[in-house]
């Protein structure tokens, strides 16, 4: 590789580093500046509602900018940002992975490995930040399951006391900690505005997807129109979650050998083969370029498949 080319690819990786840093960033420091001349008394209230008002405008037109406008409609998942909790921008996260992925892409190249692997290295680092939104989502709805039970009980307990559903979310807001207290006190804050609860509770239900927590749901519209004693359900649905929680314990402690060995024996070939792929291409070359290796492949991917579908069907038990 030539030193024109070695420094043409420097300078797009780092003009990308610039550009998009100051376009994700670019937002906090009109907020801030604003909020400094409103403590100095540089801007009075009015001023204040002014701007809100400009700002609202400006919002929209922010909405065209560079990063949202390049970024994929299939990579702007509105609803696993807010399951997930992330104040990220889905334009912001892609423009970090982008980044990423520029970045790894050119030191691929500079590193003189082979140059076809530039673009999946690449691709490989623009996942990252989706992978790790994924996985923040998957770990709040698992915290916000195992919490549900514990809030259950004392909703049912604010009732028995004499307090309102709406009370005990309350209760639960102020003594749980998140992320059910966040969801519990948005439905207390919704229903404080107006909004009746059963439409506040079926929205928590679209931000959390929960089965249990549909269960609750539907208990609690089911007693508003019957009636009943909705402690007593609350208390039942609470010991059901527990019940469940303790046999799926029992289950992943009595099938954990296999889950790992279903782990292990499904990643070890694809980590081999990007290892030997990085490291000497040569060696595996023949899997794809003579009519034998190709074959190899083909079979090797259709058996782990296989192999992956037996190992879930073996340890992936209904409770």
Not at 120 to 140: D, F, Y
Not at 143 to 165: I, N, T
Request: glycine share 8%; hydrophobic share 50%.
């Amino acid at each position: 590789m030539t030193p024109l080319m070695i420094s043409a690819l420097v300078f797009l990786a780092v003009a990308a580093l610039v550009g998009t840093l100051a376009v994700v960033f670019r937002d906090s420091t009109p907020q801030t500046v604003a909020r400094l001349d409103l403590l100095v008394g540089k801007r009075s209230r009015e001023a204040d509602k002014t701007q809100d008002i400009l700002r609202k405008q400006a919002f929209e037109s922010d909405k065209k900018n560079l990063l949202e406008s390049i970024t994929p409609k299939f990579l702007t998942p509105q609803k696993w940002f807010e399951q997930a909790d992330c104040h990220y921008k889905p334009s912001a996260l892609f423009g970090v992975g982008l980044l990423a992925g520029v970045i790894v892409a050119t030191g691929t190249v500079l590193l003189k490995a082979p140059v076809f692997l530039a673009p999946i290295n690449g691709l490989v680092a623009l996942s990252g930040p989706w992978i790790w939104l994924w996985n923040k989502r998957r770990v709040r709805l698992n915290k916000f399951a195992a919490q549900l039970p514990d809030a259950l009980e004392l909703v049912a307990r604010a009732l028995r006391a004499g307090h309102s559903l709406g009370a005990g979310m309350h209760v639960v807001a102020e003594e749980m900690p998140s992320p059910i207290a966040d969801e519990f006190g948005r439905v207390f804050e919704e229903q404080n505005l107006g909004i009746p609860i059963e439409d506040a509770m079926r929205a928590m239900c679209e931000r959390v997807p929960n089965l249990d927590l549909r269960f609750f749901v539907t208990s609690v519209a089911i007693q508003r129109q019957t009636g009943g004693d909705l402690a007593e359900i609350l208390d039942k649905i609470g010991y059901v979650i527990r019940e469940r929680f303790r046999i799926l314990g029992q289950v992943k402690a009595l099938t954990g050998e296999g889950r790992l060995s279903g782990v292990v024996l499904i990643a070890l070939p694809f980590a081999l083969f990007g290892f030997m792929l990085n490291t000497k291409p040569e060696y595996i070359e023949p899997l794809w370029t003579t009519d034998v290796g190709k074959k190899m492949s083909a079979a090797a991917i259709i058996a782990q498949i296989i192999g992956a579908l037996v190992i879930r069907k073996i340890v992936n038990i209904k409770v």
